[in-house]
């Protein structure tokens, strides 16, 4: 929610592009999280669907370094949302190291 919190603010001229990517990206990695977690019973889908939002943070990180980059956040914000997203990022490889930890 931060993310489309923040993203109000950016400029008009960025709605269909910066504004739409990170908030598309941000939400694509708790949803793929979602859908990993309803086909935990299959260990493949699992790590898949786990990959899938590591991609997606990896892009969220990207749209927030433009962010910061064309002065739309200041660093403090950037910085505080990319320690946040850095431990997203590791509970995340984790769980695609150790899927039998999580699966039925």
């Not at 929610?1 to 400029?11: G, W």
């Not at 990959?51 to 990896?58: K, R, V």
Request: charged share 35%; proline share 2%; net charge negative.
């Amino acid at each position: 929610m931060k993310i489309f919190e923040i993203s109000k603010d950016f400029p008009k001229e960025e709605k269909y592009s910066l504004i739409d990517q990170i908030r598309r990206s941000s939400r694509s990695v708790t949803s793929n999280i979602a859908e990993a977690w309803a086909k935990k019973r299959y260990i493949k889908s699992f790590v898949n669907k786990l990959s899938d939002s590591l991609g997606e943070e990896y892009e969220t990180e990207v749209w927030l370094d433009y962010s910061r980059d064309c002065k739309y956040i200041s660093n403090e914000i950037h910085d505080e949302i990319m320690n946040e997203y850095d431990e997203v990022r590791k509970m995340l490889i984790s769980m695609i190291n150790h899927p039998d930890k999580w699966c039925s």
